[in-house]
Each structure stands twice: as structure tokens, then as C-alpha cells.
């Protein structure tokens, strides 16, 4: 098996068992047993799934790995979606979980997505920046400081940033 093509099944694993999981399985679980879904949110759960897959395709091609914590990009990707959000994938799988909570009209989806974006963000700020900032250097600081953490908001670098970078 060529690298490219394992790397491909790495990648295509990786996509099944972390977003395929949070965004599709756990919420097709959590829907309230005899709903229907309402037509109206389909647009937000397609743009939730192309924004998603979009991400997906930028980490294999850009940064030549998967989204996969056991096969991270071998580089920052900062194109595509990371132009506007440093996590436009986290950002997909919360259009995602929305538009579930609001085309099956269920409060338990909607928690379940507010969970979701919670454990995104501790996780985020706890471990992916420090970890970016440690190995990408010069490199993260400057996308840091022109791309916001999340759509809509302007990039900060706190005190608590600097000292990562510098200790």
C-alpha cells in the first residue's frame, strides 16, 4: 500500500470515528424516537456537512495528515475556512448538532450540542493552541494574531498565550 493511499484510510478512519461520531451517530441516537425532521433546518445541517468535509479535505491535502490526534497535520493549515476561524471543523460539527436540535425540535440535541461546544473549547485553549504554539512557533503566533479562535470574533492573544510561547 503506497503512502497516499494509506494515508487516505487513516484519513477516512479518522473522519468516521471522530466528527462521523460526535456529529452524526451520537445525535441520530439522541433524536427524540418518532420525530420528523423538519425540512427547514436541511440547510443548516448541509452547510454543517459541507463546511465539515471541506475542513476534512483541507487537513489531508494541506497538511498532509488527517484530523486525527494520532496522525496530526505534519503542517499548520491555514487555508480554505482556517482563514476565517482557527477551528472552522469544530465550528462545522456545531452547525451541525444545531441544525439536528432544531429539525427535530429536541432540547436533549440542544444540550447535547452546547456539551459539545464546551468540551470543544476547554480543549482548544487547554491543549490544541499549547500544543500548536510549542510546535509550529513563529509560525502559530502570526496566524494567531490575524485569525480569530472562532468565527466572528477578533484574535486576542492573552497573557496566558505569550507565556506558552515564550516558557
Do not use: K, Q
Not at 473522519?15 to 427547514?40: D, I, K
Not at 488527517?66 to 462545522?92: F, I
Not at 480543549?123 to 468565527?151: D, F, H, M, Q
Request: overall charge positive; glycine content about 8%.
Amino acid at each position: 500500500m503506497t503512502r497516499v493511499t494509506g494515508l487516505f484510510w487513516r484519513a477516512l478512519l479518522a473522519f468516521l470515528a471522530l466528527p462521523g461520531v460526535v456529529a452524526f451517530l451520537v445525535p441520530w441516537h439522541l433524536r427524540p424516537r418518532g420525530a420528523h425532521f423538519s425540512v427547514a433546518a436541511l440547510p443548516i445541517v448541509g452547510i454543517g456537512t459541507v463546511l465539515l468535509l471541506w475542513c476534512v479535505r483541507d487537513f489531508y491535502v494541506a497538511g498532509r495528515r488527517t484530523l486525527a490526534p494520532w496522525a496530526p497535520p505534519e503542517r499548520l493549515v491555514t487555508l480554505g475556512l482556517y482563514r476565517v476561524s482557527r477551528n472552522p471543523m469544530y465550528v462545522a460539527v456545531l452547525t451541525l448538532l444545531l441544525g439536528f436540535a432544531l429539525g427535530y425540535r429536541s432540547i436533549t440535541l440542544g444540550i447535547y450540542a452546547a456539551a459539545v461546544a464546551l468540551a470543544f473549547h476547554v480543549r482548544v485553549v487547554r491543549y490544541e493552541e499549547p500544543t500548536l504554539a510549542r510546535l509550529s512557533g513563529s509560525g502559530w503566533r502570526a496566524y494567531r494574531a490575524r485569525v480569530p479562535r472562532w468565527i466572528g470574533a477578533a484574535p486576542v492573544a492573552t497573557a496566558r498565550d505569550d507565556r506558552e510561547l515564550t516558557g
